[in-house]
């Protein structure tokens, strides 16, 4: 069961980077154009990897904390996901909560490090990041409420590993809502269109690119590794939803997993190229139609 | 079969007015099909009391007197309308005497059906056959008028609706027979319906009719729907629908009554309709409408009814006592007010003075009607009112008799302070030239309609007072 | 059978959030359309038993509620060139937190109401209540004239959704009556919202304010 759960963790954490790409790499197609190879996140990763840091006079620790956060909350979250259907590597009861938290430290200390450079600019990408965390995390809270009531089980392993076959056969409603709303907490944790759009670089446009603007060097490395790895774990909790893999043996559960990874990724390149990115003041309206569809959930399963 | 053609009746009636290509004929459809009606009503009190009811349609003396007087009423504005269609257009143009046949046909549905949902749809139907009589797609107050009537009014039978789907439930979910919805059934096996099914039910139907009823908070439509109307439409919403929705009030009401369950309903029917006489008696001081004001004057005969009905014991019987010399009353002054707005061509009470010069004959029905309708002897709402406050008295509800007569006292006020003030003083110039003689057709109807009240003050007959009797023990009332 | 009804019922309450969200009117008619189709294959699917009132019934809500009512509705919007409501005086995430409310507020009350039908779909009481309800939202918040008829259909749709609890207590004849008065209501609706737009150059019902006292 562990084993099982290590190796899951070690495929996710190895195609991590690749989700983003393929995302990218559909739209590309869609729109008629060839796009960037899919291994080119990883060439970036070492490239990256192999600069120095370049820090501006005006910065302090906070911008140098940043990265290292963005890309150690992931990680540690990633520990309560059971990436191979049947449980976690760590869990406990109410870790959803945990997972949340952890996520919702990286995005704090990803906008202070913004604020930290002095750049009016990066202060407003680091405001709409936190803005819309705002309606971002009611749906994601809504989503795990809705999962834990239709599941009865209080950790993200249990629910999604062990009960959730339990759950589609008592409240399928809630639960498809559920899968539904996670897709658009996804689309808006992994900054993709329409809530946002990853390729822009015109600033008024830009949302999560402007934060991270002035990193460079390793630093910029684990920003782009920490963000994939966050899309990675919410596509991954949309598997697990949509996709229960409870009675499955367990090599082929995770082996199940890269192509379900990689059909939401290409969805999510489909969505993005069909749909125009919403105006920002769309964006908290389409967050808040995530967190109604979870509400709706959660009180069918109520009553 | 005789009660199925008297609501067939204004049904043919209405259709051949509508192919009749003889715009001057119509009044003769609308004339024939007012007589005939009320002549088949009158056959009906000769058989139908003791007869079997015929499907969904039975005659029962509430409903009996309910129908009688929309028939009465009926005749007299169909009269009216004879003379006023000489002088105006008629709202509704082709359709005017079509829609006018076929809300007498809903409204007889109304008081002759035993079944609920049949009931449901006739009182629908009353609000859209008479909504196009009050549509005048060129005036802008009309449109409101009749915009407010059709959506207050629609969203208020919905829920009378639910009200009946409650109805049906809590036979459904009782132990008192087949879900029938018809009355006998649901009489008969009222304590077996769910308690609390019936009570939800109940309320949704007072909500939902009472709306339609004019009970305040609900009673928003009814003064610009009855000051917008052409008068002898306004006398028809005051004097028949009014009633008709009343009738449906009721009818929840008895089977709430007979499953034991009328505790429980009462300080409803009172509290709605003590909330109505405050409105009614506030907004009556300073109306500076004549026809508003009559409208608010009806608001208040509604909260009576229910007050009377709420308190029950001889009450009950007061109340429909005063409903028919209300009603009358109400539908006298609508017409007298029609002659007022085609002589002076205003519905402002300040425009209008030297009414007894003017118009003497109006003028006197119109001091006449204001006696009558605010309970003055020798009128018929003043024992009518009499017996209300002695059944309040008697049940011990002293604070009820009080607020009725503080009430009644400031209507009274209010009410002659202005229409005094248009009868008497002198005559001003004539902002449209007056008609040199008073039209035989405008005055005859309200002139009937007073001697009527008159009448009944004097002397109810014993016939009249057994039906009254009859219809008040189903109600928990009993005759004086 | 049952899963059936519970899609249709879980479809009915999305186009009632549908119709919240949207201010465009000619959409809000076309949802409108759509819900009148779903509540037409309803009674086949509420548990009760089919015959010949089913299928009436049945063909007679989606002709009118999906055929006929969007057609006039259409023309009395088309006619009178309005498209959007007004400044909608609540936005879109507090309509969508009025309709949960409702919903929960819906889905409370059924749980405590003692069971009606035991035959029938357990979701049709608290849908309908929420449909009910989300009806008297749009009636209370939307200012053009169109948008009340909309919301006077959404109140009565969901008390139609009651109705299929009584499977068939209610006789055919009854059924139709109430159809047909629905039918003639929203038509002269239709109507007036026409001429209302004619007159006020504005179709805007709160413009409706000469008759007060």
């Known amino acids: 069961m562990s084993g099982s759960a290590t190796t899951a963790l070690a495929v996710v954490l190895i195609i991590a980077p690749l989700l983003p790409s393929l995302a990218s790499r559909t739209v590309a197609f869609i729109t008629g154009r060839r796009g960037a190879p899919l291994l080119q996140p990883y060439r970036d990763l070492v490239k990256l990897l192999g600069k120095r840091a370049v820090y501006s006079r005006t910065t302090t620790g906070v911008f140098r904390a940043a990265p290292i956060a963005v890309l150690a909350t992931p990680l540690l979250a990633a520990a309560l996901v059971p990436f191979d259907g049947h449980g976690s590597l760590a869990g406990f009861a109410g870790d959803a909560i945990a997972f949340a938290g952890l996520l919702a430290l990286g995005r704090m200390l990803l906008a202070l490090g913004g604020l930290d450079t002095g750049s009016s600019f990066e202060g407003m990408g680091a405001s709409r990041e936190l803005a819309f965390a705002s309606f971002i995390e009611p749906a994601l809270f809504l989503c795990f409420a809705a999962l834990a009531l239709t599941t009865g089980e209080l950790s993200l392993g249990r629910m999604l590993g062990g009960a959730i076959d339990r759950g589609w056969a008592q409240a399928p409603a809630s639960l498809a809502m559920v899968g539904v709303s996670l897709f658009v907490v996804m689309l808006a944790e992994a900054s993709r269109g329409p809530v946002d759009d990853p390729a822009t670089h015109l600033e008024l446009t830009m949302i999560h690119e402007v934060t991270i603007l002035d990193h460079s060097g390793p630093d910029l490395a684990f920003l782009l590794y920490g963000s994939a790895l966050k899309f990675a774990l919410f596509a991954a909790l949309v598997v697990d939803t949509l996709m229960p893999r409870t009675g499955w043996p367990t090599p082929l559960a995770v082996a199940a997993l890269i192509p379900a990874l990689a059909v939401v990724a290409v969805l999510v390149g489909v969505i993005e190229s069909t749909f125009a990115r919403l105006r920002l003041v769309q964006v908290p309206q389409f967050l808040a139609g995530a967190a109604a569809l979870a509400a709706l959930g959660v009180i069918l399963r109520v009553r | 079969m005789l009660l199925a053609a008297i609501v067939v009746l204004p049904v043919a009636g209405a259709l051949g007015a509508w192919f009749d290509r003889d715009p001057g004929r119509r009044t003769v459809w609308l004339l024939g099909g007012a007589l005939a009606h009320l002549s088949l009503v009158a056959l009906a009190w000769r058989f139908g009391p003791g007869a079997p009811g015929f499907g969904w349609l039975a005659f029962d003396p509430l409903g009996g007197l309910v129908l009688t007087l929309v028939s009465v009423v009926f005749v007299a504005v169909a009269c009216y309308a004879v003379g006023y269609l000489r002088r105006e257009a008629p709202r509704g143009g082709h359709a005017f005497v079509s829609c006018m046949l076929a809300f007498l046909a809903s409204a007889s549905l109304v008081a002759l059906t035993r079944h609920f949902g049949v009931l449901w749809v006739g009182m629908e139907a009353t609000t859209l056959a008479t909504a196009p009589l009050i549509y005048d797609p060129t005036d802008r107050r009309s449109l409101e008028a009749v915009w407010k009537y059709l959506m207050i009014c629609s969203v208020g039978i919905a829920l009378a609706l639910l009200g009946t789907f409650f109805l049906a439930t809590a036979q459904l979910a009782g132990s008192g027979g087949p879900t029938t919805l018809m009355l006998p059934d649901l009489i008969a096996n009222a304590h077996g319906l769910h308690p609390a099914w019936l009570r939800a039910a109940f309320v949704f139907l007072l909500i939902g009719f009472g709306t339609k009823m004019g009970l305040a908070p609900m009673h928003t439509w009814l003064p610009d729907a009855h000051g917008e109307a052409p008068s002898p439409i306004s006398a028809l919403l005051s004097g028949a629908l009014l009633n008709a929705a009343f009738l449906a009030v009721l009818r929840g009401f008895q089977v709430v009554h007979a499953a034991g369950l009328a505790d429980f309903a009462r300080p409803l029917l009172i509290g709605f309709g003590v909330l109505s006489l405050v409105v009614a008696a506030a907004f009556l001081l300073g109306q500076e409408n004549y026809k508003r004001m009559l409208a608010y004057s009806s608001v208040e005969q509604m909260g009576l009814l229910a007050i009377g009905v709420g308190l029950s014991g001889v009450a009950a019987y007061g109340a429909l006592l005063q409903m028919l010399g209300a009603s009358l009353a109400k539908a006298m002054l609508f017409l007298a007010a029609g002659n007022i707005l085609i002589g002076f061509g205003t519905k402002q009470t300040a425009e209008v003075t030297g009414l007894l010069k003017r118009l003497p004959v109006t003028g006197t029905l119109f001091v006449v009607g204001l006696f009558a309708i605010t309970g003055s002897p020798p009128f018929a709402v003043f024992p009518g009112q009499v017996v209300m406050l002695t059944g309040a008295v008697h049940a011990g509800r002293l604070w009820i008799a009080l607020v009725m007569v503080v009430l009644e006292a400031t209507v009274f006020m209010a009410m002659g302070a202005s229409m005094l003030g248009m009868v008497l003083g002198a005559a001003n110039a004539a902002p449209r030239p007056s008609p040199e003689r008073e039209d035989r057709w405008l005055i005859a109807p309200p002139l009937a309609l007073m001697l009527l009240i008159l009448l009944l003050g004097l002397y109810v007959p014993a016939g009249l007072h057994q039906a009254l009797a009859a219809a008040a023990a189903t109600l928990g009332g009993g005759a004086p | ?213």
Not at chain 3, 66 to 89: D, F, K, N, Q, T
Not at chain 3, 172 to 183: A, P, Q
Not at chain 3, 196 to 205: A, P
């Open chain 3, 1 to 213: 059978m049952e899963r059936t009804g519970e899609v249709l019922l879980l479809l009915v309450l999305m186009t009632d959030f549908a119709v919240l969200v949207t201010d465009r009117l000619s959409t809000c008619i076309r949802i409108m359309a759509a819900q009148g189709v779903l509540l037409g294959l309803l009674p086949f699917a509420s548990g009760a038993a089919i015959g010949v009132h089913t299928v009436v019934l049945s063909l007679g809500t989606i002709a009118i509620k999906s055929i006929v009512l969007p057609r006039v509705l259409s023309w009395a919007i088309r006619e009178a060139e309005v498209r959007r409501e007004l400044e909608p005086s609540i936005g879109p995430i507090g309509m969508v937190v009025l309709g949960l409310v409702a919903v929960g507020v819906a889905f409370g009350v059924a749980t405590r109401l003692p069971h009606a039908g035991a035959t029938v779909l357990p979701g049709l009481v608290p849908v309908s209540l929420a449909s009910l309800m989300m009806g008297f939202v749009v009636l209370t918040t939307r200012r053009k004239a169109l948008s009340l008829v909309i919301g006077y259909l959404m109140l009565e749709n969901g008390i139609y959704v009651f109705g299929l609890t009584l499977a068939g207590a209610i006789p055919l004849l009854v059924e139709m009556g109430v159809l047909l008065d629905v039918l003639v209501g929203v038509f002269i609706m239709g109507l007036v919202v026409f001429q209302i737009h004619r007159q006020l150059e504005t179709q805007d019902s709160r413009r409706l304010t000469e008759l007060r006292d």
